[in-house]
């Protein structure tokens, strides 16, 4: 990048080219969203049509759902730019890596999370999720999925050296991932008992401010440990 370039063009210019990269490689963005829509169908399968049963696992099999389907496109958020050369680029460029990571997590979250919130309320008709719990459902999507692609990203940066580093990779943040689990069922749980959830967005929410604050320059520091 020039060195008079700003930072918001920087991150702008990053965004845009992982969109635009992602398009052109449709796979990367309907894998995800293929898994969620078959894990989350198969499950009425499993453990039976009965609607109360299923109205009462709805919320960890969809949550359970979209973490494992943002993981599964979380291995390639920087390992084209680790193959072709581009990732030693943004370490040497003039910009903080913090904000250029911010960017292509961010393409991610728009590529992975974004479809992810849209199907999944159409998916919970199909689990009989109670219909108070819709709002609540959203608002736990909406809060958590870019933390999920905050925290995979660190993990991430740290296996992007590594041939074989996905199974490496769900060791490092699956337990990362827990908490905001619990709490988005929890929420999803309550609403749908008529109890408010507001605590527990709170909880996420103050998890995502503190994933924005603090990721993306263990990120950073991820990235320039891995490729030395």
Known sequence: MKRGISFTQAFF?????DLKIAVRHRGDIFNPLLFFIMVVTLFPLGIGPEPQMLARVAPGIIWVAAL???MLSLERLFKADFSDGSLEQMLLSPQPLSILVLAKVLAHWILTGVPLIIIAPLLAVLLNLDTNSYGALIATLTLGTPVLSLLGAIG???TVGLRKGGVLLSLLILPLYIPVLIFATSAIDAAGMNLPYDGQL???GAMLIGSLTLAPFAIGASLRVSTN
């Open 13 to 17: 210019t990053l965004l845009q080219r």
């Open 68 to 70: 494992l389907a943002s």
């Open 156 to 158: 991430v940066a740290l």
């Open 202 to 204: 709170a909880i996420i």
